[in-house]
């Protein structure tokens, strides 16, 4: 792979977390996630609850970066303009584009996986995973606070690195090679 720093992104449920661990496995780079930077994870806060500090974040984002620019790295998810220190590293930016009602059954399943019987009706994390697909739902027409359409186009348009845009509905397979391309 020609490019060794790799940034996917797109909309909640649009393939970049599966696209950057297939894509890494594929390479021998080393697959990262926003989330794994953005959120506390238990046992200090419950699942997608507490953010950390923004310092605390760039800093650890840094830390995986410099262990891995040997053999490159992919990191999948989202960053906003808090991130705006780290974009400089990123060789190239893949944004993912999936119709709403993937991405939103996706989700379903990918909380299914995590949660089991908590989200079923009636169940612990039934409101939450609710609330979360209906903000996801929203995501093209940006009226929602946090991550859209319009603010990713806007994110975009900023970069000085190529932007590869792929339609996240396509086989894996198929995305790979076009990435790999």
Same mark, same amino acid.
């Given at each position: 792979?020609?490019?060794?720093?790799?940034?996917?992104?797109?909309? =909640?449920? =649009?393939?970049? =977390?599966?696209?950057?661990? =297939?894509?890494?496995?594929?390479?021998?780079?080393?697959?990262?996630?926003?989330?794994?930077? $953005?959120?506390?994870? *238990?046992?200090?806060?419950?699942? $997608?609850?507490?953010?950390?500090?923004?310092?605390? #974040?760039?800093?650890?984002?840094?830390?995986?970066?410099?262990?891995?620019?040997?053999?490159?790295?992919?990191? !999948?998810? !989202?960053?906003?303009?808090?991130?705006?220190?780290?974009?400089?590293?990123?060789?190239?930016?893949?944004?993912?584009?999936?119709?709403?009602?993937?991405?939103?059954?996706?989700?379903? /399943?990918?909380?299914?996986? %995590?949660?089991?019987?908590?989200?079923?009706?009636?169940?612990?994390? #039934?409101?939450?995973? /609710?609330?979360?697909?209906?903000?996801?739902?929203? $995501?093209? !027409?940006?009226?929602?606070?946090?991550?859209?359409?319009?603010?990713?186009?806007?994110?975009?348009?900023?970069? !000085?690195? *190529?932007?590869?845009?792929?339609?996240?509905?396509?086989?894996?397979?198929?995305?790979?090679? %076009?990435?790999? %391309?």
């Amino acid at each position: 792979m020609k490019f060794r720093h790799v940034h996917i992104t797109g909309a =909640s449920g =649009s393939g970049a =977390s599966t696209l950057g661990k =297939s894509l890494a496995a594929r390479t021998g780079a080393t697959h990262l996630d926003t989330d794994d930077f $953005y959120w506390l994870w *238990p046992p200090q806060a419950e699942v $997608y609850t507490v953010k950390r500090d923004v310092p605390e #974040r760039l800093r650890l984002m840094r830390e995986a970066f410099d262990a891995n620019a040997e053999r490159g790295w992919i990191l !999948s998810g !989202s960053v906003g303009d808090w991130a705006d220190p780290i974009v400089p590293l990123f060789d190239l930016v893949v944004f993912l584009r999936t119709p709403t009602d993937i991405r939103v059954a996706r989700l379903w /399943e990918r909380e299914k996986v %995590k949660f089991g019987a908590a989200i079923e009706p009636g169940g612990a994390r #039934r409101e939450d995973v /609710e609330a979360f697909a209906a903000w996801a739902a929203d $995501y093209d !027409s940006g009226t929602r606070e946090g991550r859209s359409l319009p603010r990713h186009e806007a994110w975009l348009a900023k970069l !000085s690195c *190529p932007v590869l845009r792929l339609d996240g509905s396509q086989p894996i397979e198929a995305l790979i090679r %076009k990435v790999l %391309k």
